[in-house]
């Protein structure tokens, strides 16, 4: 089974306008981290934001913020005011408690790309 | 700004023949990890190494597979014997020396291509 499912392959979104993309996971363990990644066309991988899952409030960082619904295993990525920089592939990863610290099961990913 | 360094950042090379990817992680960090990327598809764990050790390995880490840290700041993926299926872009990525609760740090990554 999928630990991470990313159902959206890829997007179009206009410049300054916000964008959501859905991520939603699989575990039993009780203690675990999500983490986002974007990785733009010359392929080095960034990080964006985390969220741990005993963290009560939603992480947010500039103009990203994850918006946590555990209830529902989900961890969507918020993009604020999106940039032509924003164009790129996004992936939604986690840590589970039972594995290493950096083992990280990633989703499939969802292209983004941000149009004038 | 600290950041992990790979090389080469694209390697083409014959099947069979060996191929060693190397990584400068972050100075102070203690956990190292290498992933791989086959075009087009997810990220995959390889392999975890703390310690001067392997501390967990996937099933794509088979014996063809070995890393090593020789000299105190490198950290390498060999591979023995390639095959076609290797072609893939492999990350580096470290992390601190309390593991953290947040950020793994990768290197901008070695594209391998096997003929």
């Known amino acids: 089974a999928q630990k991470i499912t990313q159902t959206q392959p890829g997007m179009f979104v206009q410049e300054k306008e916000a964008v959501t993309l859905d991520c939603t996971y699989d575990?039993?363990?009780?203690?675990?981290?999500l983490f986002w990644y974007k990785q733009p066309s010359s392929g080095e991988m960034i990080f964006l934001i985390y969220?741990?899952?005993?963290?009560?409030q939603n992480a947010t960082e500039g103009r990203y913020s994850l918006n946590f619904q555990k209830a529902r295993k989900s961890a969507n990525l918020v993009i604020s005011a999106s940039q032509l920089g924003d164009s790129a592939m996004y992936f939604c990863?986690?840590?589970?408690?039972?594995?290493?610290?950096?083992?990280?099961?990633f989703g499939a990913g969802t292209q983004v790309v941000v149009t004038p | 700004e600290p950041e992990v360094t790979q090389t080469p950042s694209h390697q083409v090379t014959q099947m069979g023949q060996e191929v060693i990817l190397r990584c400068v992680p972050i100075s102070n960090h203690l956990y190292f990890y290498w992933y791989r990327q086959i075009l087009g598809q997810k990220v995959e764990f390889l392999v975890s190494f703390y310690n001067n050790e392997i501390s967990e390995k996937s099933e794509i880490f088979d014996d063809q597979f070995s890393v090593e840290r020789p000299d105190g700041s490198n950290f390498t993926l060999k591979i023995r014997s390639t095959k076609l299926e290797d072609s893939a872009m492999y990350f580096c990525?470290?992390?601190?020396?309390?593991?953290?609760?947040?950020?793994?740090?990768f290197g901008e990554g070695s594209r391998l291509t096997v003929l």
């Open positions: 990863a986690m840590r589970e408690a039972t594995d290493s610290w950096g083992k990280l099961q």
């Open positions: 990525a470290s992390a601190g020396p309390g593991g953290g609760a947040g950020e793994l740090f």
């Open positions: 969220q741990g899952s005993y963290d009560e």
């Open positions: 575990t039993s363990d009780q203690s675990y981290g």
